[in-house]
């Protein structure tokens, strides 16, 4: 069994709080507001495995890959925004206060046998490394509330998208890049069955994007059509044994808003079985 631990840094490396075992879960209680530079570690003597966290009790548990014996996840402090939320795009009351329920365990044999969306991560940040999946892109729309177009938030799970602001309508914002494009790690070998957009339904201020190109680590691409829709773009697309995806090319549609924007990428099939 893995020897798991969680800590709380502070932003010069103190050891704020610590909890550790050999146990099926380990848990912590941290009983301190977050202060800007902290950070929570995840570590593990055994890796790479599959594994659940969570690292707030108001975000769902994280099933992630960790190649690597530490997972860093650094408390969000957004900027000032106008609509004065802390964490704008995350559910309220995230990593507020002083009371903040924090666990990890080994995933299960049966958790790792299952159809699952590959691809969700609900504790994925712009600088992860080492823990599975991550998103990255090239263009970020930036403003006063760059959080809520971030990259990250395409694989937080979240699918509603009928607006635009703020959680849980966050989404991708490409910052109007006819080259913007954006890449899901999933960090090992997987089996895709299906690919599902959700594009950003906010009309009329939203645009679309009626066409994309998905490509794949194996070297092999697709074409995709889309429309204007509020439902998510359903793709039967089967590969095995890919470790990341790209979705590029994106083809707006002819429409007076500058502003199409990706909600959620889910990716459903298994963890490679060859």
């Not at 550790?20 to 879960?25: A, K, L, S, V």
């Not at 890796?47 to 975000?59: G, N």
């Not at 329920?101 to 080492?130: P, W």
Request: negative net charge; charged residues 25%; hydrophobic residues 35%.
């Amino acid at each position: 069994m893995a020897k798991l631990s969680i800590s709380v840094l502070g932003d010069s490396g103190d050891v704020k709080c610590h909890a550790q075992g050999e146990e099926d879960i380990v848990w912590m209680v941290y009983q301190e507001e977050y202060e800007p530079g902290d950070q929570i570690l995840f570590s593990t003597d055994e890796f790479p495995a599959f594994y659940v966290i969570r690292a707030d009790s108001c975000l769902d548990e994280a099933y992630v890959y960790m190649t690597q014996a530490q997972a860093v996840y650094t408390i969000p402090f957004d900027q000032e925004n106008p609509f004065k939320l802390p964490r704008i795009s995350y559910p309220y009351g995230s990593f507020i206060g002083k009371q903040h329920y924090l666990t990890i365990r080994q995933a299960g044999s049966e958790e790792n046998e299952n159809y699952r969306n590959l691809a969700k991560n609900v504790m994925d940040q712009k600088d992860s490394t080492g823990c599975y999946p991550h998103v990255h892109a090239n263009a970020e729309t930036k403003d006063p509330v760059a959080a809520l177009f971030a990259a990250r938030n395409v694989i937080d799970g979240v699918v509603a998208n009928t607006c635009h602001y703020p959680w849980p309508f966050q989404s991708w914002g490409i910052d109007q890049r006819a080259d913007a494009e954006i890449t899901v790690e999933f960090g090992r070998p997987v089996d895709m069955e299906e690919l599902r957009l959700t594009t950003r339904a906010d009309f009329p201020h939203d645009s679309w994007w009626t066409e994309a190109t998905v490509s794949f680590s194996d070297g092999g691409s697709e074409t995709l059509q889309m429309e204007k829709s509020v439902q998510p773009h359903r793709f039967s697309i089967r590969r095995n044994g890919i470790t990341w995806l790209k979705l590029s090319q994106l083809i707006q549609a002819d429409d007076p808003s500058p502003y199409p924007a990706l909600t959620q990428i889910e990716v459903f099939g298994y963890n490679s079985r060859r």
